[in-house]
């Protein structure tokens, strides 16, 4: 009995280990192969562009405004206070600038991500088979599918909101978060196949630490402005070596 306890503890923790590390392996992967390196920087580069022309203008034309109110108030822009408040304001600008780029990226990425986890199919381990039927019908319903799953998961996560607040039920609410976002990401390559809700959510449940550890270490980085833009191509790659290597630990419950 104890032997196998502690069999069960030693699965558990190289689970654990296996999603905290997931991200890790990912990003060696994508350097590893230039498809998925493309994939991953195309919508990065796309959105640094559109702040270029577009985020760029806006902040100058903002500083600008802000110059010309502490004008009027009184402050001379050479003076301390003056200066203070301008580099007050600069400092709001910018880190808004950084929330909104993690925001704009995820947007431009939306559409690539998908693109980014079938390419990574073919180069996890043990690959995934390739989708053949790619019929209208099927199409309309991977869309349901996603659709389903998104409703789901934002109902799940003002869930964990609420109940991040409330002291024992925090724990609970931090793990439910963490598995949300591999849910996010694991849906890539289980929707493609057809894979519904409830069989996704009882992916995350059979293999619950390896979720919460590579959900945990994403939240943590998706937290860090701009640093979450570039973290974006891990979470889908990861999400796929995560599905990958579910199918083949199945037999042998090295995942749970």
């Known amino acids: 009995m104890n032997n196998r306890f502690t069999a069960n503890k030693f699965c558990r923790i190289r689970s654990l280990w296996y999603g905290v590390t997931l991200p890790y392996r990912s990003l060696r992967l994508i350097l590893s192969h230039r498809s998925l390196i493309i994939w991953s920087l195309l919508p ?3 959105t640094i562009v559109l702040y270029i022309f577009g985020i760029k203008a806006l902040q100058g034309y903002a500083i600008g ?3 010309d109110y502490l004008a009027k108030w009184g402050f001379d822009t050479a003076g301390f206070m003056g200066w203070s408040l301008l580099f007050l ?4 600008l910018w880190v808004f600038a950084a929330l909104t780029f993690t925001f704009t990226s995820s947007i431009v990425a939306s559409p690539f991500n998908d693109f980014l986890a079938e390419k990574t199919e073919s180069y996890a381990y043990p690959p995934l088979p390739p989708v053949t039927n790619k019929s209208f019908k099927q199409q309309i319903k991977l869309i349901g599918i996603d659709l389903l799953k998104t409703v789901a998961a934002a109902f799940a996560a003002i869930f964990a909101v609420l109940f991040s607040w409330v002291p024992g039920l925090n724990i609970v609410a931090f793990v439910i978060s963490f598995l949300l976002v591999t849910f996010q990401y694991s849906s890539y390559p289980q929707t493609r196949r057809g894979i519904g809700l409830k069989t996704g959510a009882k992916f995350l449940w059979e293999h619950i630490f390896a979720c919460a550890g590579f959900g945990g270490v994403l939240t943590s980085l998706f937290s860090i402005p701009f640093l979450s833009s570039f973290v974006l191509p891990i979470a889908v790659v990861g999400g796929t070596l995560l599905v ?5 630990c199945s037999s042998i419950s090295d995942l749970k």
Do not use: E, P, T
Request: proline share 0%; no cysteine.
């Open 65 to 67: 405004l802000l110059q």
């Open 89 to 92: 304001g600069k400092m709001f």
């Open 44 to 46: 990065i580069v796309l």
């Open 244 to 248: 990958a290597r579910a199918q083949r």
